[in-house]
């Protein structure tokens, strides 16, 4: 009965940006959240982000690079990403539940975009 949609993936530049955003209907997620996925690879967690925003959760690969963020009256998330490297290169995608809690594994979100590719070339 929820969905996610992702968009604003793209190629670009080390050292450019890109803004991902999750477009969220259906119903209210308590939590959403950014994992990427390359192939042969386990999908990686990215950040997460509480309802208010009170509580944020990034990788250590991100941190200092991405900033997530929403905004409740789009039920839209986002993910700035800056400073981009070849190694974030991967399939991004919007996770969420809806019940409270920031958690870093896959299996605690039960809705999932259909993933947008993040190309970053040297």
């Known amino acids: 009965q929820g969905q996610l949609v992702e968009s604003g993936g793209g190629l670009v530049q080390a050292g450019g940006s890109l803004r991902l955003s999750c477009a969220a209907s259906?119903?209210?997620?308590?939590?959403m959240a950014w994992f990427r996925q390359t192939p042969g690879k386990e999908r990686e967690f990215v950040a997460a982000?509480?309802?208010?925003?009170?509580?944020?959760n990034y990788a250590n690969s991100v941190k200092g690079r991405f900033i997530i963020s929403r905004d409740n009256t789009k039920s839209t998330a986002y993910l700035q990403m800056d400073s981009l490297k070849p190694e974030d290169t991967a399939d991004y995608y919007c996770?969420?539940?809806?019940?409270?809690?920031?958690?870093?594994?896959?299996?605690?979100?039960?809705?999932w975009g259909q993933g947008t590719q993040v190309t970053v070339s040297s």
């Open positions: 259906g119903r209210s997620f308590s939590t």
């Open positions: 996770a969420a539940r809806v019940g409270v809690g920031v958690y870093v594994d896959t299996r605690h979100y039960s809705y």
């Open positions: 982000i509480s309802w208010s925003g009170n509580t944020i």
